[in-house]
C-alpha cells in the first residue's frame, strides 16, 4: 500500500505562486504516472497535471503555461509549481500515483488564492 503525503499549500495572493510537494512512501520509479487533482468547493475532482514515468506531461486547460509538474525518483516525489495563481485556482490538491492499474491517493492539501 503507497502512503502519498502532499504538503505546500497555504494561501496566497492572486499572481502569487506556491510549490506543492508529495512524498511517495515507496519508490516512484515503477509508477506509471503521477499526477495532481484539484476539487473546489462544490465540484467534482479535476485532473490538474500527469506526468508518465516517460517524462511526458498533460495539463488542464486552465492551468497551462502557468503550472509545472515535475518528479524526483531519487527522491520519491512529485511536484507541482504554482505561478500567476488565480481565485479560481482554490482548492484541495491532490497527488495521485498510478501503478499496476491501481490508483492511490494522499489526504490532500489546501490552497486558497485571495483577490
Known amino acids: 500500500q503507497v502512503q502519498l503525503v502532499e504538503s505546500g499549500g497555504g494561501s496566497v495572493q492572486a499572481g502569487g505562486s506556491l510549490r506543492l510537494s508529495c512524498a511517495a512512501s515507496?519508490?516512484?520509479?515503477?509508477?506509471?504516472?503521477m499526477a495532481w487533482y484539484r476539487q473546489a468547493p462544490g465540484k467534482q475532482r479535476e485532473l490538474v497535471a500527469r506526468?508518465?514515468?516517460?517524462?511526458?506531461?498533460i495539463y488542464a486547460d486552465s492551468v497551462k503555461g502557468r503550472f509545472t509538474i515535475s518528479r524526483d525518483n531519487a527522491k520519491n516525489s512529485v511536484y507541482l509549481q504554482m505561478m500567476s495563481v488565480k481565485p479560481e485556482d482554490t482548492g484541495n490538491y491532490y497527488c495521485?500515483?498510478?501503478?499496476?492499474?491501481?490508483?492511490?491517493w494522499g489526504k490532500g492539501t489546501l490552497v486558497t488564492v485571495s483577490s
Open positions: 506526468i508518465t514515468a516517460g517524462g511526458s506531461t
Open positions: 495521485n500515483l498510478a501503478k499496476y492499474s491501481v490508483n492511490y
Open positions: 515507496e519508490s516512484i520509479f515503477s509508477a506509471n504516472a
